[in-house]
């Protein structure tokens, strides 16, 4: 029971921060609840798809299948990440000359709410895959039955979903004028993340060089296996023992959706009077 | 810069496409009884190596190495073939991430 409560706690933990940071970047607009929720239901269900295909998908494209799909999942996670922070650098110089645009913007839909949806439905899917396939494993082969697994699974994701809502609490906690802000840098670095992550497949599938095996080893500092090792390589993308190519997919996606963000909307921060003035709406949401 | 960027990475990523897969010597490696078998591996140095994981356990495990980069889902009474190297001199551990216990080592010679 213990067992299954700390896989499923580990996978759970990944994709509940990743959810935490989109709710909090998406914090006061409505109708975020049905894009979140609707995600996180398309993610479990796509999870059950994938561990059902987990053969065929390991099979596929000559035995690569499964680094190939890891590595499109990662990467379509970045693209919808960078969209959205580049759409509300966009919007933030709007908003600072013209008060009332952000509501608008919110109010007719045109924030793209449907990218955090879709990032919610990957996370879910990446590490919900797992645990289905896991908890699989154990029932078929008859290990410690169903009830004890049941609850170490209804542990190990509620202690996963807790983290995740401790970190958007904190998160909405920041005063309204910051949180566009540290939301922007969050969203920032969660894809340059993945980004590293992505990479690191596409080295596993050979479809990429590793540039150096073992840039630098700080696992005697921090372990990527730990706990807080594990939540800051979801957050960050803290790798131990990176390889060149990771740190280069690392600093080239920052630069490059840092500097979209720069480009179409200056620095990405200070929204103007609408948010700020928006803030009694946020309060009454949350 | 963005531009430069892009096309440097983009460089890199055509550049590497076309490695050779197909000589690379094969090593087994099984998991049984949520035990590597062998639990200590030795491969040469400076050369790539397929390692072919089976798992003849009923359940799936997951082979995965900080040091190695690699992480792969192996299903229950299925094989994968995980690509490594090439290799500095050294001891590379390796484990079943979903069954931490279950442990091993690459030596690389």
Known sequence: MLATAIIVFREALEAALIVGIVLAASAGVPGRGRWVGGGILAGVVGAVAVAGFADAIAAAAAGIGQEVFNAAILFAAVAMLGWHNIWMAT??????????????AVRDGSRPLWALGFVVALA?????????????????????????????????LAAGVA??????????AVPLR?????TSWLVLLLAAGLASQGAAFLVQADLLPALGGNLWNTSFILSDQSIPGRMLHTLIGYTAQPTGIQVVFYLATL???????????????????????????????? | MVRILGGA???????????????????????????????????????????????????????????????????PGATASVFVGPLDPGKY?????????????LVVK
Do not use: C, W
């Open chain 1, 255 to 286: 630069l490059l959706i840092g500097g979209l963000m720069r480009l179409v909307g200056g620095t990405p921060r200070r929204p103007g009077p609408a948010a700020r003035t928006g803030r009694t709406r946020l309060q009454s949401q949350v």
């Open chain 2, 93 to 105: 551990e390796f484990f079943d991430d979903f069954n931490s216990q279950t442990r091993g080592h």
């Open chain 1, 178 to 182: 910051h949180l566009f802000t540290v």
């Open chain 2, 9 to 75: 990475i983009l460089l890199v990523s055509l550049g590497a496409l076309a490695p050779a897969r197909a000589d690379a010597p094969k090593v087994a490696l099984a998991l049984q009884n949520h035990q590597f078998v062998p639990a200590e591996l030795a491969i040469p140095a400076n050369t790539k190596v397929e390692l072919v994981i089976s798992n003849r356990q009923q359940t799936p495990a997951e082979f995965e190495s900080s040091s190695l980069h690699r992480e792969k889902v192996v299903p």
């Open chain 1, 91 to 104: 919007h933030g110089r709007e908003m600072t000359r013209a008060a009332n645009r952000l509501g608008e």
């Open chain 1, 124 to 156: 879910v899917l990446r590490e919900g895959s797992e645990v289905v396939l896991f908890l699989y494993g154990i029932a078929a082969a008859g290990g410690g039955g169903p009830a004890a697994m049941a609850v170490g699974g209804a542990l190990g």
């Open chain 1, 163 to 172: 983290a995740g809502a401790v970190l958007y609490l904190g998160l909405v």
